[in-house]
């Protein structure tokens, strides 16, 4: 059963455009939503991250959009460069533990 | 850089046979975690080890086995090895105190091919 649902599985955007990441969970104990960024060769690396007690967390230009009662939440990208062309995942956890439940990631290419 | 040491980087064996994958922690961390990265099931968690004891176990198959030593480093056994278990796996490895919203710091992998 996939706990973590993620779309779209590949997007491709222009140079400063902002691409929208979309993931919905399904277990209510859930409490911490990361997401990993991952280049080519590399593991992933955690970019930015939300508590479900705030909707919305910025940092630079990565920003979070928490809905509770949707069950969902978003990844938006602000002027996107080509150098943010990564595959991104969503992942979610509860305090009980800190596996992460990772969503099937998507593939981002930001054209010049 | 994550500070996250996996070796070996790369390993192609055959069928049936047994691998035994190496992670060296953070300084100071004490959690390590297992993960596995295919195309088909995505990155899944396999199984954390703290300060040397099993913490939690996600989907790991019973052919394969870890544990953490005393100097924190931690060990993946890969057993009677199948086609399917191609995938790169992951290490990586938090402080180990506070649960939930722990940072884990991901290693490079180590890409298994079983041919």
């Known amino acids: 059963q996939q706990q973590v649902k993620q779309s779209p599985q590949s997007l491709i955007v222009q140079k400063g455009g902002i691409p929208i990441i979309n993931c919905a969970y399904e277990?209510?104990?859930?409490?911490?939503f990361p997401w990993y960024q991952q280049f080519p060769g590399k593991g992933p690396a955690l970019l930015i991250a939300i508590r479900p007690d705030v909707s919305e967390k910025k940092e630079g230009r990565f920003t979070i959009s928490f809905n509770k009662s949707a069950k969902q939440f978003s990844l938006h990208i602000m002027d996107s460069q080509p150098g943010d062309s990564a595959t991104y995942f969503c992942?979610?956890?509860?305090?009980?533990?800190?596996?992460?439940?990772f969503g099937t990631g998507t593939l981002l290419a930001v054209q010049p | 850089d994550s500070g996250v040491t996996q070796t070996p980087k790369h390993l192609i064996t055959a069928t049936g046979q047994r691998v035994t994958l190496r992670c060296s922690p953070r300084?100071?961390?004490?959690?390590v975690y297992w993960y596995q990265q295919s195309l088909d099931q995505g990155l899944q968690f396999l199984i954390q080890?703290?300060?040397?004891?099993?913490?939690a176990k996600g989907n790991i198959l019973e052919r394969f086995s870890a544990q953490q030593f005393p100097d924190l480093h931690s060990e993946l056994n890969l057993s009677s090895l199948e086609l399917g278990d191609s995938a790169l796996y992951f290490c990586?490895?938090?402080?180990?105190?506070?649960?939930?919203?722990?940072?884990?710091?991901f290693g490079p992998g180590t890409r298994l091919l079983v041919l």
């Open positions: 992942a979610a956890t509860r305090s009980a533990t800190n596996k992460l439940i």
């Open positions: 300084s100071g961390d004490l959690s």
């Open positions: 080890y703290y300060n040397g004891e099993e913490r």
């Open positions: 990586a490895s938090s402080v180990g105190l506070a649960g939930a919203g722990e940072t884990q710091y």
């Open positions: 277990n209510t104990a859930f409490d911490y």
